[in-house]
C-alpha cells in the first residue's frame, strides 16, 4: 500500500472493496494531522488494485508513492490472513455438544468401576474388553462424524445455489439467527438510480426565499422565460460537483454522478500541465446566442460518508469567477447554509419527498473574492460554511424483485429483519414499509440526534403516511396549505412541535400499541456511547422494537451488529457494498452479494445479487442442525 504524493491516479478497487466504481486518487494534502489509515483512504492506493490512469496535475509532476505496509499487513494481506485463520464462532452447540460427551464419558466410568466390583471368575482380557465396550456404547464416536457430515451437506447444496462459504463452522450458526440485518441500497434496492425530479429555490438572496414549482427535466431549468441565476447556478453546480473521469473515451465515476451530469447533456474534457491548475473542463452542448459557457475545475474536496458531501472549486472561464458548488445531504447542507437562503418550508419539503421513497440530494453554492491560489490553500472547513442554498435533486431507486417475498418468509419464520443504511430516515422508513419490514398499521417514530447549548437530547418524531400525488399542487411538489394544515401530517410540524425525550426518562408511545422505532446515526452513536454494553432496560427495548437505522457509517453499521448480540441474539448481515464490510465480519452469520475478492470478509458469498440467498441459507443451517 502507498501514500499518492503526487499527480492523480484512477483505480479499480473491485478486488478489494466490492465496488465496481473506478476511483480517484488525490495527492495527500497538508493535513495538519496525522495521516490515518481509516481516515484518508483517498490519498491511498492499495496493493492488489488496478491502476487505470494516471495523470500529472502541473508541468513535469510526476506521479509518485510512499509505500506505508507491505505483505500481510497491507489491506489485502489482512484479507488472506483473515482466509488462512479465521474468526471461530462462539456457537452454544458445539460447546453443550463436548460437555454432553464428558457428562457421557464420566457415566462410562461409573460404569466400568461397578463392572470392576462385579468381577468374579472372567480373565483379564474379557474383564477390559467388556469395560472398554461400555465406553463406547455409551460415548457415541459417531457423534463429530454426524455433526461433520451435516455440515458438509449443507456446503454441497449451498455451492448448488451459488453460495459459496469459507467458514463451514458458521452454518450450524445460521440455523440459529434471530435478527438479519440488510443493506439498503444494492441489497434491498436495484444499484442504478434515476433522477426523478428537480427542485430549484427563487433566489439565493434575500429573506423569505422558497422553491420554485417541480422540474421533471433540466432542459426547464434553462428555458429563457425560467431562466433565474437561482436555476443557473443549480445547473452549474449539476456539471461540477462531481468525481467524474474519463478513461478509455468512458464516462467513469459514481452512478449518482453519472446520472446527474449526463443528465445536463454538457461535455466534460480532462486537461493537463495547466499554469492555472485546471485539471477538468465542462462545457455547454449547444452554442447559445451568448458566448457559449465553459467552467473549470481546479479543485474538489471529496467525498466523505462521515461529512456527508462533496464540493469542487470551480472557475467560470467566460467571466474569470471563482465559485464553490457543494452537494450533500439536505440536513448537513440545511447547517452549512445561510438561514436567509432556506425556504421557510425547508423541512416540510425534506419530509414530504423522503416519504415518498424519494433519495433527495441538496445543493448549494458560495461564491469567492479572492484569486485561484489563495481559494487553493483555503482549508475545507472555512470553504464550505455560509453556503447559499440551491434547492433539491430527488432521485429514485426501484426494490428488487426477491425483496418482498424473502423479508414476508423471515417474518414468517420469527426472523427480525433490520434495515441499517446511509440514506436519509424518512426515505428508509419508506422503502422498509414497501418491502415489508415494517408492517402498514405500525406507528413509526424516528429518533434523531439534537444539540442545544451544548447539552444533547434523543427527540423522537411520529412520521406519518406520504401523500399521494393528487394531493399535491397541479405540476407542483410543495406541499398545498391544507397538506400542511392537517393534523395526520406530524412530520411535517416536526421541528415545532417535536418534544424532547431524554435517554432514560418517559417515551412518547405506550406498550400497548403497534409501535416501530427507527433511528439516525448521530442517535445510535448517542445511546451506544451512553451505554455501551447495553444494560439498561431501556437501551434493550430500543433495539428490540428498532426495524430502520438510517445515516450510518461503517463503524456505525459494526456496533450496532454487537449490540444486538450483546442481548444474546444471534445476528445475521447482508450486504453488498465496502461499507458492509465490517459489519460483516462481525456479524454471527455474513453473506456478501459481491463476487469480488473483498467477498472474503464475509464467511458466505453469493453470486445471485438479491436476498434470495438469506432463506437458502437459514434452511441449510436449520437442516444441518436437525441432521
Given at each position: 500500500?502507498?501514500?499518492?504524493?503526487?499527480g492523480?491516479?484512477?483505480?479499480?478497487?473491485?478486488?478489494?472493496?466490492?465496488?465496481?466504481?473506478?476511483?480517484?486518487?488525490?495527492?495527500?494534502?497538508?493535513?495538519q494531522?496525522?495521516?490515518?489509515?481509516?481516515?484518508?483512504?483517498?490519498?491511498?492506493?492499495?496493493?492488489?488494485?488496478?491502476?487505470?490512469?494516471?495523470?500529472?496535475?502541473?508541468?513535469?509532476?510526476?506521479?509518485?508513492?510512499?509505500?506505508?505496509?507491505?505483505?500481510?499487513?497491507?489491506?489485502?494481506?489482512?484479507?488472506?490472513?483473515?482466509i488462512?485463520?479465521?474468526?471461530?464462532p462462539?456457537?452454544?452447540?458445539?460447546?453443550?455438544?463436548?460437555k454432553?460427551?464428558?457428562?457421557?464419558?464420566?457415566?462410562?466410568?461409573?460404569?466400568?468401576?461397578i463392572?470392576?466390583?462385579?468381577?468374579?471368575?472372567?480373565?483379564?482380557?474379557?474383564?477390559?474388553?467388556?469395560?472398554?465396550?461400555?465406553?463406547?456404547?455409551?460415548?457415541?464416536?459417531?457423534?463429530?462424524?454426524?455433526?461433520?457430515?451435516?455440515?458438509?451437506?449443507?456446503?454441497?447444496?449451498?455451492?448448488?445455489?451459488?453460495?459459496?462459504?469459507?467458514?463451514?463452522?458458521?452454518?450450524?450458526?445460521?440455523?440459529?439467527?434471530?435478527?438479519?440485518?440488510?443493506?439498503?441500497?444494492?441489497?434491498?434496492t436495484?444499484?442504478?438510480?434515476?433522477?426523478?425530479?428537480?427542485?430549484?429555490?427563487?433566489?439565493?438572496?434575500?429573506?423569505?426565499?422558497?422553491f420554485?414549482p417541480?422540474?421533471?427535466?433540466?432542459?426547464?431549468?434553462?428555458?429563457?422565460?425560467?431562466?433565474?441565476?437561482?436555476?443557473?447556478?443549480?445547473?452549474?453546480?449539476?456539471?461540477?460537483?462531481?468525481?467524474?473521469?474519463?478513461?478509455?473515451?468512458?464516462?467513469?465515476?459514481?452512478?449518482?454522478?453519472k446520472?446527474?451530469?449526463?443528465?445536463?447533456?454538457?461535455?466534460?474534457?480532462?486537461?493537463?500541465?495547466?499554469?492555472?491548475?485546471?485539471?477538468?473542463?465542462?462545457?455547454?452542448?449547444?452554442?447559445?446566442?451568448?458566448?457559449?459557457?465553459?467552467?473549470?475545475?481546479?479543485?474538489?474536496?471529496?467525498?466523505?460518508?462521515k461529512?456527508?458531501?462533496?464540493?469542487?472549486?470551480?472557475?467560470?472561464?467566460?467571466?474569470?469567477?471563482?465559485?464553490?458548488?457543494?452537494?450533500g445531504?439536505?440536513?448537513?447542507?440545511q447547517?452549512?447554509?445561510?438561514?436567509?437562503?432556506?425556504?421557510?418550508?425547508?423541512?416540510?419539503?425534506?419530509?414530504?419527498?423522503?416519504?415518498?421513497?424519494?433519495?433527495?440530494?441538496?445543493?448549494?453554492?458560495?461564491?469567492?473574492?479572492?484569486?485561484?491560489?489563495?481559494?487553493?490553500?483555503?482549508?475545507?472547513?472555512?470553504?464550505?460554511?455560509?453556503?447559499?442554498?440551491?434547492?433539491?435533486?430527488?432521485?429514485?431507486?426501484?426494490?428488487?424483485?426477491?425483496?418482498?417475498?424473502?423479508?414476508a418468509?423471515?417474518?414468517?419464520?420469527?426472523?427480525?429483519?433490520?434495515?441499517?443504511?446511509?440514506?436519509?430516515?424518512?426515505?428508509?422508513?419508506?422503502?422498509?414499509?414497501?418491502?415489508?419490514?415494517?408492517?402498514?398499521?405500525?406507528?413509526?417514530?424516528?429518533?434523531?440526534?439534537?444539540?442545544?447549548?451544548?447539552?444533547?437530547?434523543?427527540?423522537?418524531?411520529?412520521?406519518?403516511?406520504?401523500?399521494?400525488?393528487?394531493?399535491?399542487?397541479?405540476?407542483?411538489?410543495?406541499?398545498?396549505?391544507?397538506?400542511?394544515?392537517?393534523?395526520?401530517?406530524?412530520?411535517?410540524?416536526r421541528?415545532?412541535?417535536?418534544?424532547?425525550?431524554?435517554?432514560?426518562?418517559?417515551?412518547?408511545?405506550?406498550?400497548?400499541?403497534?409501535?416501530?422505532?427507527?433511528?439516525?446515526?448521530?442517535?445510535?452513536?448517542?445511546?451506544?456511547?451512553?451505554?455501551?454494553?447495553?444494560f439498561?432496560?431501556?437501551?434493550?427495548?430500543?433495539l428490540?422494537?428498532?426495524?430502520?437505522f438510517?445515516?450510518?457509517?461503517?463503524?456505525?453499521?459494526?456496533?450496532?451488529?454487537?449490540?444486538?448480540?450483546?442481548?444474546?441474539?444471534?445476528?445475521?448481515?447482508?450486504?453488498?457494498?465496502?461499507?458492509?464490510?465490517?459489519?460483516?465480519?462481525?456479524?454471527?452469520?455474513?453473506?456478501?452479494?459481491?463476487?469480488t475478492?473483498?467477498?472474503?470478509?464475509?464467511?458466505?458469498?453469493?453470486?445471485?445479487?438479491?436476498?434470495?440467498?438469506?432463506?437458502?441459507?437459514?434452511?441449510?443451517?436449520?437442516?444441518?442442525?436437525?441432521?
Amino acid at each position: 500500500d502507498c501514500i499518492l504524493m503526487g499527480g492523480m491516479a484512477v483505480v479499480n478497487e473491485a478486488s478489494l472493496t466490492g465496488e465496481s466504481i473506478p476511483v480517484v486518487k488525490t495527492p495527500l494534502p497538508d493535513l495538519q494531522r496525522t495521516y490515518d489509515q481509516d481516515e484518508d483512504k483517498k490519498y491511498t492506493i492499495y496493493s492488489g488494485t488496478e491502476i487505470l490512469q494516471t495523470k500529472s496535475l502541473v508541468d513535469d509532476e510526476r506521479v509518485v508513492g510512499v509505500v506505508t505496509r507491505t505483505g500481510f499487513t497491507t489491506l489485502k494481506g489482512a484479507l488472506v490472513r483473515y482466509i488462512i485463520y479465521p474468526k471461530i464462532p462462539k456457537f452454544s452447540f458445539s460447546a453443550d455438544s463436548y460437555k454432553y460427551l464428558a457428562v457421557m464419558f464420566v457415566i462410562s466410568l461409573i460404569g466400568v468401576v461397578i463392572q470392576l466390583l462385579s468381577v468374579s471368575n472372567s480373565s483379564t482380557f474379557d474383564v477390559v474388553l467388556k469395560c472398554l465396550d461400555l465406553i463406547t456404547i455409551t460415548v457415541p464416536p459417531a457423534l463429530p462424524a454426524c455433526l461433520s457430515i451435516g455440515v458438509n451437506f449443507a456446503v454441497m447444496r449451498l455451492r448448488r445455489d451459488q453460495i459459496f462459504c469459507i467458514s463451514p463452522q458458521r452454518i450450524n450458526l445460521a440455523g440459529k439467527v434471530t435478527v438479519f440485518c440488510f443493506d439498503k441500497t444494492g441489497t434491498l434496492t436495484e444499484d442504478s438510480l434515476s433522477i426523478d425530479g428537480y427542485l430549484p429555490v427563487d433566489t439565493i438572496t434575500g429573506k423569505g426565499n422558497s422553491f420554485q414549482p417541480f422540474y421533471d427535466s433540466v432542459k426547464y431549468l434553462t428555458f429563457e422565460r425560467e431562466k433565474t441565476s437561482a436555476n443557473e447556478l443549480f445547473v452549474e453546480c449539476m456539471t461540477t460537483c462531481h468525481a467524474l473521469v474519463i478513461v478509455k473515451d468512458r464516462l467513469i465515476g459514481d452512478p449518482l454522478d453519472k446520472e446527474m451530469f449526463c443528465a445536463t447533456g454538457w461535455r466534460l474534457q480532462e486537461v493537463e500541465g495547466r499554469s492555472d491548475k485546471i485539471t477538468t473542463l465542462v462545457t455547454t452542448a449547444e452554442k447559445t446566442k451568448e458566448k457559449q459557457k465553459q467552467l473549470g475545475i481546479f479543485k474538489r474536496f471529496d467525498f466523505s460518508s462521515k461529512l456527508q458531501r462533496m464540493s469542487a472549486l470551480t472557475k467560470n472561464m467566460n467571466t474569470e469567477k471563482i465559485r464553490l458548488y457543494v452537494k450533500g445531504s439536505p440536513e448537513k447542507i440545511q447547517e452549512l447554509s445561510r438561514p436567509e437562503t432556506l425556504p421557510n418550508n425547508f423541512a416540510d419539503v425534506l419530509s414530504l419527498y423522503t416519504q415518498k421513497g424519494c433519495r433527495v440530494i441538496a445543493l448549494a453554492t458560495k461564491a469567492f473574492n479572492m484569486d485561484m491560489k489563495k481559494c487553493q490553500e483555503f482549508p475545507r472547513e472555512e470553504a464550505e460554511k455560509d453556503l447559499e442554498f440551491l434547492g433539491f435533486m430527488m432521485m429514485k431507486n426501484s426494490i428488487k424483485k426477491a425483496t418482498e417475498p424473502v423479508i414476508a418468509t423471515l417474518t414468517n419464520a420469527n426472523i427480525r429483519s433490520v434495515m441499517v443504511t446511509g440514506d436519509n430516515g424518512f426515505t428508509a422508513i419508506t422503502v422498509a414499509k414497501e418491502c415489508g419490514i415494517i408492517s402498514p398499521e405500525s406507528k413509526v417514530y424516528l429518533g434523531e440526534l439534537q444539540e442545544s447549548r451544548g447539552a444533547k437530547a434523543l427527540t423522537w418524531t411520529l412520521t406519518s403516511e406520504p401523500k399521494k400525488d393528487e394531493e399535491l399542487q397541479p405540476a407542483e411538489a410543495t406541499p398545498t396549505k391544507t397538506d400542511l394544515d392537517s393534523p395526520t401530517r406530524a412530520a411535517c410540524q416536526r421541528r415545532h412541535e417535536t418534544t424532547l425525550f431524554r435517554l432514560c426518562e418517559d417515551d412518547p408511545w405506550t406498550d400497548s400499541e403497534d409501535y416501530t422505532l427507527a433511528f439516525t446515526g448521530s442517535a445510535w452513536d448517542y445511546l451506544i456511547q451512553e451505554d455501551p454494553k447495553c444494560f439498561s432496560e431501556q437501551m434493550k427495548k430500543y433495539l428490540s422494537k428498532a426495524a430502520v437505522f438510517a445515516r450510518m457509517s461503517p463503524e456505525s453499521k459494526a456496533s450496532l451488529v454487537e449490540a444486538l448480540q450483546s442481548t444474546g441474539l444471534s445476528v445475521g448481515m447482508c450486504g453488498d457494498g465496502a461499507n458492509d464490510c465490517v459489519a460483516l465480519k462481525t456479524a454471527d452469520v455474513g453473506i456478501s452479494l459481491s463476487d469480488t475478492e473483498a467477498s472474503v470478509a464475509a464467511p458466505f458469498t453469493s453470486r445471485v445479487p438479491d436476498i434470495s440467498c438469506v432463506v437458502k441459507l437459514l434452511r441449510e443451517g436449520r437442516a444441518a442442525l436437525t441432521t
